[in-house]
């Protein structure tokens, strides 16, 4: 099913590090900015906790980070 959005100036597809950064810097030079991202809700309370955010073992090599397919 397609949704129809009212129209945006800019639209930015993954909002990570540097997507997030330019949505900032577009909104403040007053252009209407819409982003999109890939998957389910990410929660960075849950799913990021400060604990677990060093965890080479579970990000680098169990690949947890990723949303397993």
């Not at 800019?10 to 577009?26: C, D, K, Y």
Request: aromatic share 8%; net charge negative; hydrophobic share 40%.
């Amino acid at each position: 099913m397609t949704n129809i959005l009212p129209r945006k100036d800019v639209v930015i597809v993954g909002l990570g590090w540097t997507g997030s950064i330019l949505a900032h810097e577009l909104t403040d030079q007053g252009l209407d900015v819409v982003a999109i991202e890939r998957g389910p809700w990410r929660d960075t309370a849950t799913d990021f906790n400060i604990g677990y955010a060093q965890d080479e073992l579970r990000y680098s090599i169990r690949r947890d980070l990723f949303l397993q397919p």
